[in-house]
C-alpha cells in the first residue's frame, strides 16, 4: 500500500520533535496508530502537530474523529481553528448541521471557527451562514457571517 508500517508510525508519533510528529500523524490514518493521530488534535502541545492531525483524522469516517475535529475549531491557536475548518468544510453537507448548531451557540469570537467551517461547506454551508447573518442574537456574530458571505458586515 506504500505506507510506513505502524510499528514505525508508532515510533514517530513519541519524537520529541514536533515536525516529525506532524509527519507522523498523517501516516497514522488507517494503521491501528489511528487513535492516537486522533487524540493528538486534542493534546498535542505542539499547536503544528494538532492542525496536522486535525487535516489528516477528519477525512476518515470515524466518529472520535469528526468529534475531534469540532473541537478543533476552538483550539487556543489559530493555524489548529484554520485547519479545522477547512478540513471540517471539504466534508461538505454532512457537517453542516452541526457547525450550524455550534456557530449558533457562541457568539462573537467563539463562533467564528464555526463560521469559517461554513464558508467552507458549499452550498449548504453558505446557506446556513445566510440564515446565521440574518438571526443571530449576536450583532458582532451577524457581521462575521456576512464578512464571510463577501457582504458589508455593518449592513443588516
Do not use: Y
Amino acid at each position: 500500500d506504500g505506507g510506513i508500517p505502524a510499528e514505525t508510525v508508532k515510533q514517530l508519533l513519541s519524537s520529541a520533535d514536533p515536525a516529525v510528529r506532524a509527519v507522523a500523524v498523517r501516516w497514522a490514518v488507517g494503521t491501528s496508530e489511528e487513535p492516537r493521530a486522533i487524540a493528538a488534535v486534542r493534546s498535542d502541545p505542539d499547536a503544528r502537530v494538532r492542525a496536522a492531525a486535525v487535516e489528516a483524522v477528519v477525512a476518515t469516517e470515524r466518529d472520535d474523529a469528526l468529534e475531534a475535529g469540532f473541537a478543533a475549531l476552538f483550539d487556543r491557536a489559530p493555524d489548529v481553528r484554520l485547519a479545522a475548518g477547512q478540513a471540517l468544510g471539504r466534508r461538505g453537507g454532512d457537517v453542516v448541521p452541526r457547525l450550524r448548531q455550534l456557530a449558533l451557540a457562541k457568539k462573537g469570537q467563539e463562533a467564528s471557527g464555526p463560521l469559517g467551517a461554513l464558508a467552507f461547506a458549499g452550498p449548504e454551508g453558505q446557506a446556513a451562514l445566510l440564515e446565521i447573518a440574518h438571526t443571530h442574537s449576536d450583532e458582532n456574530t451577524r457581521g462575521l457571517a456576512r464578512l464571510l458571505l463577501g457582504m458589508d458586515p455593518r449592513k443588516h
